[in-house]
Nanobody
Framework: VQLQAYGGGLVQPGGSLRLSCASSGFSLDEYDIGWFRQAPGKGREGVSCISSSGGITYYPDSVRGRFTISSDNAKNMVYLQMNSLKPEDTAVYYC???????????????WGQGTQVTVSS
């Protein structure tokens, strides 16, 4: 099982980014996939999760309405579209697998390398 997150970068406040999570070694109908983020000096925070059946959960209220998670099972890809980005969204973003979507990182087994998102003017 391998995951790789990419698509981060530097963006101005109010801008958008789409993060991608490429998976291999398993099918997306076997695992739920979560996006997490970790800002400097802070713990790892659950952002969103999409279940193997397509159910979607967003964890922090701060991302609801701005972030959208989606998946393309044929390509084994999961995406996180992030709009109206704010400086407080600055963090390293990770994708990870779980048998069931949960907000805590402790329930996730396989992790991809993170991708840095920096929101700054």
């Amino acid at each position: 099982v391998q995951l790789q997150a990419y698509g981060g970068g530097l963006v101005q406040p109010g801008g958008s980014l789409r993060l991608s999570c490429a998976s291999s070694g398993f099918s997306l109908d076997e695992y739920d996939i979560g996006w997490f983020r970790q800002a400097p000096g802070k713990g790892r925070e659950g952002v969103s999760c999409i279940s193997s059946s397509g159910g979607i959960t967003y964890y922090p209220d701060s991302v609801r309405g701005r972030f959208t998670i989606s998946s393309d099972n044929a390509k084994n890809m999961v995406y996180l579209q992030m709009n109206s980005l704010k400086p407080e969204d600055t963090a390293v973003y990770y994708c990870a697998t779980s048998d069931r979507c949960r907000s805590s990182w402790a329930f996730y087994d396989y992790w991809g390398q993170g991708t840095q998102v920096t929101v700054s003017s």
